[in-house]
Nanobody, 127 residues
Framework: QVQLVESGGGLVQAGGSLRLSCAASGSIFKINAMSWYRQSPGKQRESVATINLASGRSTEYADSVKGRFTISKDNTKNTVYLEMNSLKPEDTGVYYC???????????????????WGQGTQVTVSS
């Protein structure tokens, strides 16, 4: 099992910044990718940003956050960050961390990976 603990959410005025953190622990042999999703009121959960660790740390962003958000991973820890700048009221929502993990060496032989979710952290941007 893998546990994800998010932190860094809060209330901020439009134009402000927040930094979210997500620490992964547990049975981890290799992390393929770490992502941030968000669920805004009345909307479905959507992907915000992904860092692909299995492919040279490439990153992907939702069009709505490109140029404002940056996803990164600490090289020494299984921790991913989401730096959010120029926040807008429409960025309000619960932000969830997701990771695709290979838990053991034997799982790696069969390319068996599993997805895990954090509990979410609330981000509220006031206008």
């Amino acid at each position: 099992q893998v546990q994800l603990v998010e932190s860094g959410g809060g209330l901020v005025q439009a134009g402000g910044s927040l930094r979210l953190s997500c620490a992964a622990s547990g049975s981890i042999f290799k992390i393929n990718a770490m992502s941030w999703y968000r669920q805004s009121p009345g909307k479905q959960r959507e992907s915000v940003a992904t860092i692909n660790l299995a492919s040279g740390r490439s990153t992907e962003y939702a069009d709505s956050v490109k140029g404002r958000f940056t996803i990164s991973k600490d090289n020494t820890k299984n921790t991913v960050y989401l730096e959010m700048n120029s926040l807008k009221p429409e960025d309000t929502g619960v932000y969830y961390c997701n990771t695709e993990v290979i838990s053991t060496y034997y799982d790696s032989l069969f390319r068996r990976a599993a997805n895990y979710w954090g509990q979410g952290t609330q981000v509220t941007v006031s206008s």
